[in-house]
T-cell receptor, first 115, second 114 residues
Framework: AQTVTQSQPEMSVQEAETVTLSCTYD???????LFWYKQPPSRQMILVIR??????QNATENRFSVNFQKAAKSFSLKISDSQLGDAAMYFC????????????FGKGTLLTVNP | DSGVTQTPKHLITATGQRVTLRCSPR?????VYWYQQSLDQGLQFLIQ???????AKGNILERFSAQQFPDLHSELNLSSLELGDSALYFC?????????????FGPGTRLTVT
């Protein structure tokens, strides 16, 4: 079974600084997708960024980028120029390729942004 | 706003009761997923429907059932409720079943069982 591990229950960062959230996963599949979701206090799940396993290039979305290390099964999220609105719970998620497969989530990392 | 709507936002009920949670997917999305978020279990996949048919099942209890109607909205039925069923229930939708399609989450229904 696929598992997703987020080893940092909580992280904090100063406004305008950079922070990296860690995620490792375990799978025997070669075709899969990885995601970072943000859950602010409103509880809405918001997709931040996604990475296809077959792509070597790391995904970026504005201030958010990932470091995808396929051999190490590592998928970290870097937030640059942190803003107060980035404060949220962040979940790493895995989805096997193909059809009808669920998202498997890690336990989450609570990010605090200090002014 | 993801375009996925869920009703009600909050639900408080007693043990042993039955409730129905409703989800309307984004316009054009055929696939609906239900997830449960609880403090002890985290975010877990419950069940998936595609165009009215069940496609995948996860850690869904026998006391829980779901369906997707011809207009593509979905309902999650929870019966014989226990205190441990208190959780945030999310519905997500996507265009199709392929893993390449994004899943867009609704705002969730918070269920409190007393």
């Amino acid at each position: 079974a696929q598992t997703v591990t987020q080893s940092q229950p909580e992280m904090s960062v100063q406004e305008a600084e950079t922070v990296t959230l860690s995620c490792t996963y375990d799978t025997s599949e070669s075709d899969y997708y990885l995601f970072w979701y943000k859950q602010p206090p409103s509880r809405q799940m918001i997709l931040v960024i996604r990475q296809e396993a077959y792509k070597q290039q790391n995904a970026t979305e504005n201030r958010f980028s990932v470091n995808f290390q396929k051999a190490a099964k590592s998928f970290s999220l870097k937030i640059s120029d942190s803003q107060l609105g980035d404060a949220a719970m962040y979940f790493c998620a895995y989805r096997r390729g193909g059809s009808n497969y669920k998202l498997t989530f890690g336990k989450g990392t609570l990010l605090t942004v200090n002014p | 706003d993801s375009g996925v709507t869920q009703t009600p936002k909050h639900l408080i009920t007693a043990t042993g009761q039955r409730v129905t949670l409703r989800c309307s997917p984004r316009s054009g999305d055929l696939s609906v997923y239900w997830y449960q978020q609880s403090l002890d279990q985290g975010l877990q996949f419950l069940i998936q429907y595609y165009n009215g048919e069940e496609r995948a099942k996860g850690n869904i209890l026998e006391r829980f059932s779901a369906q997707q109607f011809p207009d593509l909205h979905s309902e999650l039925n929870l019966s014989s409720l226990e205190l441990g069923d208190s959780a945030l229930y999310f519905c997500a939708s996507s265009v199709g079943t392929s893993a390449s399609y994004e899943q867009y989450f609704g705002p969730g229904t918070r269920l409190t069982v007393t």
